[in-house]
């Protein structure tokens, strides 16, 4: 099988032996992996297999006990990473009592940028509709939105997502997808997080991780034919059943 050549571009994201311990949990145990720049990055694996942790070592909120994590060349967490690099969590700040325009103003303002970005970035997640609503009226979806027009402030060289499209529907799913491919268009890196393996499909890389191993590092067409298999689900599925039996 010939492999397809990528271009020499240095990565945007390098991990070298990262050990991480959260409470009792060793989390990792000597994590090695590279995310290529330019590129859509989807960081794949189950529930609790360290997708979020390895984020916050990216975004330089998570100690680590020992390893190397940089990005763009620098230590995770260096002060010249904070206009370069955008994070939108899990669980994060937006201010309910606020209204969708004024967090994003209020973000904006903090990120030095001029107030015309407030209306570029909700147009971008599709809240131009819902601007001047309080953002602790919306629904989940909608207030998933807000994180990520805030995310979108400014023009990070890196933006990594944990988890954006948790409780959107499929259209919103879909046109959120086509964001991430646009950004990537105009030379963006984005790393995604998702459990939703169909959401594979839509990137150009894919890191597979499972009780904070990497099992595979890969690309959507790659996968299926690694695995036989007709869906990302179903192959990531037979990448999980390899992993187990060689783990015994
Ligand atoms: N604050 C914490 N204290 C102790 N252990 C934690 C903490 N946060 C996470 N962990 C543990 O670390 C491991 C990795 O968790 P992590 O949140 O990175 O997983 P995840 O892949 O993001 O999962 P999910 O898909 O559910 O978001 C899990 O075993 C989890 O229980
Ligand atoms: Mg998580």
Redesign the pocket.
Same mark, same amino acid.
């Given at each position: 099988m010939t492999e397809t050549v990528q271009p020499a571009r240095p990565p945007i994201v390098s991990v070298r032996g990262l050990k991480v311990k959260?409470?009792?949990?060793q989390?990792f145990d000597g994590l090695d992996l590279t995310v290529g720049s330019g590129r859509l990055t989807g960081l794949l +694996?189950? $529930?609790?297999? +360290?997708? $979020?942790?390895?984020i916050r070592a990216i975004v330089g909120l998570q100690r680590i006990q020992a390893g190397q994590v940089e990005v763009a060349g620098l230590p995770a967490g260096h002060p010249d990473l904070r206009h370069r690099l955008a994070y939108s969590s899990?669980a994060d700040g937006v201010y309910l009592d606020l209204t969708v325009a004024q967090n994003v103003a209020y973000f904006t303002r903090l990120a030095g940028r001029p107030a015309s970005e407030v209306e570029r970035v909700i147009e971008a997640v599709d809240l131009s509709g819902q601007a001047q609503r309080l953002a602790g009226r919306l629904s989940g979806g909608q207030l998933r939105r807000v994180s990520l027009a805030v995310a979108l402030i400014g023009a990070p060289q890196l933006i990594v997502l944990?988890?954006p499209t948790v409780g959107l529907d499929p259209v919103l799913r879909v046109r959120l997808w086509d964001l991430f491919t646009r950004l990537t268009a105009q030379g963006v890196s984005l790393i995604v997080?998702s459990?939703v393996m169909d959401e594979a499909s839509r990137c150009d890389d894919l890191l597979l991780?499972r009780q904070?191993r990497l099992v595979a590092a890969t690309d959507p067409v790659r996968l299926l034919a690694q695995t036989g298999q007709p869906d990302a689900e179903r192959a990531f599925l037979e990448l999980i059943r390899r992993d187990q039996a060689a783990a015994r």
């Open positions: 959260r409470g009792r949990v989390v +694996g189950p $529930s609790g297999s +360290g997708k $979020s942790t390895l899990q944990d988890e997080s459990h991780l904070g």
